[in-house]
T-cell receptor
């Protein structure tokens, strides 16, 4: 039962343009969302997060948008850089269980120079 | 570098053997999580432990898998009588608190298990 879904397995973007990675969820109890970035042969690293009380959080080139009514969040990277090429995982945590983070299947971003 | 340390990075086992994966959390972290990533899939929660306690093992297969986090030493994920379907990357993560404001987990580089 996939409660966090990333329907695009891959995305290719030209350097300098915007990258938009999407994530959908099904559990209305989710109240905290995170994006992780993963390079090959490394563990995921935290990128940015957003609480359900907000609809936007920005950190430098990275912005996460949350649409609770649509149960959808997105990560915008602008401008995209070749070093951003990695797999991006969306994750969510439920307000009734802080222990468990649910991850999507990831989107592989390729930023072309 | 006081990051999350996992070993071995690569482990090859034949069907029926045992696999032991070790994880040392970041300094000061007392909460450990194990996740499994199957090929072409996302990270699947397996178990959450604090020192000497299993808090949530709802993601652990009912048989052959066990985890511990003793008072001294690393956390161990043990897989008995491995089968080919156990081949995956196993990631350990740690956090200082179960319900931190950031909710950030710090991941190790993973242990890749291959079952022949």
């Amino acid at each position: 039962d996939q409660q966090v879904k990333q329907n695009s397995p891959s995305l290719s973007v030209q350097e300098g343009r915007i990258s938009i990675l999407n994530c959908d969820y099904t559990n209305s109890m989710f109240d905290y969302f995170l994006w992780y970035k993963k390079y090959p042969a490394e563990g995921p690293t935290f990128l940015i997060s957003i609480s359900s009380i907000k609809d936007k959080n920005e950190d430098g080139r990275f912005t996460v948008f949350l649409n609770k009514s649509a149960k959808h969040l997105s990560l915008h990277i602008v401008p995209s850089q070749p070093g951003d090429s990695a797999v991006y995982f969306c994750a969510a945590r439920s307000r009734d269980n802080f222990n468990k983070f649910y991850f999507g299947s990831g989107t592989k971003l390729n930023v072309k120079p | 570098n006081a990051g999350v340390m996992q070993n071995p990075r690569h482990l090859v086992r034949r069907r029926g053997q045992e696999a032991r994966l070790r994880c040392s959390p970041m300094k000061g972290h007392s909460h450990v999580y194990w996740y499994r990533q199957l090929p072409e899939e996302g990270l699947k929660f397996m178990v959450y432990l604090q020192k000497e306690n299993i808090i949530d093992e709802s993601g652990m297969p009912k048989e052959r898998f066990s985890a511990e986090f003793p008072k001294e030493g690393p956390s161990i994920l043990r897989i008995q009588q491995v089968v080919r379907g156990d081949s995956a990357a196993y990631f350990c993560a740690s956090s200082p608190l179960a319900s931190t404001n950031t909710g950030e987990l710090f991941f190790g580089e993973g242990s890749r298990l291959t079952v022949l």
